[in-house]
């Protein structure tokens, strides 16, 4: 069963109402040649072979997909159109990264993550880059949320997510990874500069994949 609800993101200046998804009968993009096709044409997102699951959620405007295995991989992007008047305000860096910052602390965590788990915190955020190759990194935790249940503990894993948030071609993106993996487990507590680096060169890897038009 599909649940409808959403929220509103103030961005540049511009109230948007954000679709979240908890839950999806079909998928609305279009999968062919090994990759995954966004219904309102904007990215392609290469997937991975083997024994995936693929949600997805879109209206007219924004929407999002995620890509899940068994072995705790999660994988997606949450996408938004912006409104005109975002390439004027693009240009002020301050404004630009405080709507970055925003897509994360204001719309991801209480709409996204809480919902899943009331305890989810964002534990590690930073800018990378500048001009047209800023981004906004940061790593959340969602307790239990993870596709890995430990049998010992009789619960899921926790999820650890790397996010990373930028804009293009009239799109704002969030990006996002699971890092706390079957292959390559981590401490969601205890993060080490190691465990950021890796999940840095991760979004940077998935961001490259992608094709936009």
Same mark, same amino acid.
Request: proline share 5%.
């Given at each position: 069963?599909?649940?409808?609800?959403?929220?509103?993101? !103030?961005?540049?200046?511009?109230?948007?109402?954000?679709?979240?998804?908890? *839950?999806?009968?079909?998928? &609305?993009?279009?999968?062919?040649? *090994?990759? +995954?096709? %966004?219904?309102?044409?904007?990215?392609?997102?290469?997937? #991975?072979?083997?024994?995936?699951?693929?949600?997805?959620?879109?209206? %007219?405007?924004?929407?999002?997909?995620?890509?899940?295995? =068994?072995?705790?991989?999660?994988?997606?992007?949450? +996408?938004? *159109?912006?409104?005109?008047?975002?390439?004027?305000?693009?240009?002020?860096?301050?404004?630009? =990264?405080?709507? +970055?910052? *925003? $897509?994360?602390?204001?719309?991801?965590?209480? @709409?996204? $993550?809480?919902?899943? @788990?009331?305890? @989810?915190?964002?534990?590690?955020?930073?800018?990378?880059?500048?001009?047209?190759?800023?981004?906004?990194?940061?790593?959340?935790?969602?307790?239990?949320?993870?596709?890995?249940?430990?049998? &010992?503990?009789? &619960?899921?894993? =926790?999820?650890?997510? %790397?996010? !990373?948030?930028?804009?293009?071609?009239?799109?704002? +993106? /969030?990006?996002?990874?699971?890092?706390?993996?079957?292959? #390559?487990?981590?401490?969601?507590?205890?993060?080490? #500069? &190691?465990? !950021?680096?890796?999940?840095?060169?991760?979004?940077?890897? /998935? !961001?490259?994949?992608?094709?936009?038009?």
């Amino acid at each position: 069963m599909i649940s409808r609800k959403s929220t509103k993101l !103030l961005f540049f200046g511009t109230v948007i109402p954000l679709l979240f998804l908890t *839950g999806c009968a079909t998928t &609305k993009g279009k999968v062919s040649d *090994g990759s +995954y096709h %966004a219904p309102l044409g904007n990215f392609v997102l290469p997937l #991975d072979r083997g024994n995936i699951r693929i949600q997805d959620k879109n209206d %007219a405007r924004s929407g999002m997909v995620s890509v899940l295995d =068994d072995m705790g991989n999660n994988e997606g992007i949450t +996408y938004v *159109g912006l409104p005109a008047n975002a390439e004027a305000v693009h240009n002020d860096p301050e404004k630009r =990264d405080s709507a +970055y910052q *925003g $897509f994360v602390r204001d719309y991801a965590l209480p @709409s996204l $993550f809480r919902p899943v @788990s009331a305890q @989810s915190k964002i534990v590690h955020e930073e800018f990378l880059g500048s001009g047209l190759d800023r981004a906004f990194f940061a790593v959340a935790v969602i307790p239990e949320a993870s596709s890995v249940m430990d049998p &010992k503990m009789g &619960k899921k894993w =926790d999820s650890v997510r %790397a996010l !990373l948030v930028f804009d293009k071609n009239k799109f704002m +993106y /969030m990006l996002h990874s699971e890092i706390n993996t079957v292959l #390559d487990p981590v401490h969601a507590d205890s993060l080490t #500069d &190691k465990d !950021l680096e890796a999940a840095r060169k991760k979004m940077q890897r /998935m !961001l490259a994949s992608i094709r936009f038009p």
